[in-house]
């Protein structure tokens, strides 16, 4: 198995100097949710896709974090799930400090987390966001009325990424956890 740390991540030195990257562990969890306060704020727990994720652990091989000077930056989390029968992953969130946004922690983790759960054998990655942010990655809105989330979503938000060449062809369904 590859280390994450040995994924390659085109971003700026200058920006990412001093950054380390590794697999999410347990001892993390309560700086993760740290800065997803401070990113997302209470309104976070009524998102459908934190309704999706709600009682189904992520992927603590393909969830990763950033550290820099011994703290927490940054982190992502993949979740496993279903679209219909079809296995899937759920990215999210995305989380990083805001005082080190824009500077590319957020790009690198990105890269690493997608080509991790490539690598992995995952075929396909669900996410709700903005598509100029996550065009970059393989992110596209996916097909109109294909996928039922738990909750609503603006269907321009709804987005797929195919780790393998039509892996989204035929998919469809119910959006659920994976149990």
Known sequence: MMSVDTLHAPASPLLLDGVHFRSENPADTDRIEAIHEVTFGPGRFARTAFRLREGTPHD?????????????????????????????????PLA???????????????????????????RLVLLVGDLPYYW???????????????????????LVAELIAG?????????RAAR
């Open 60 to 92: 603590p091989l393909l969830s990763l974090v950033a550290e820099a000077g011994g703290e927490l930056v940054g982190s992502v989390r993949l979740t496993p799930i279903l679209i219909g029968e079809t296995p899937a992953l759920l990215l999210g």
């Open 96 to 122: 990083v400090r805001p005082e080190l946004k824009n500077l590319g922690v957020g790009k690198a983790l990105m890269r690493r987390s997608m080509e991790a759960a490539r690598q992995h054998g995952h």
């Open 136 to 158: 970059p990655f393989g992110f596209r809105v996916a097909k109109a009325g294909a996928i039922e989330m738990p909750g609503p979503v603006d269907p321009t938000r709804l």
């Open 167 to 175: 892996a989204s062809d035929g998919v469809g369904g119910a959006a």
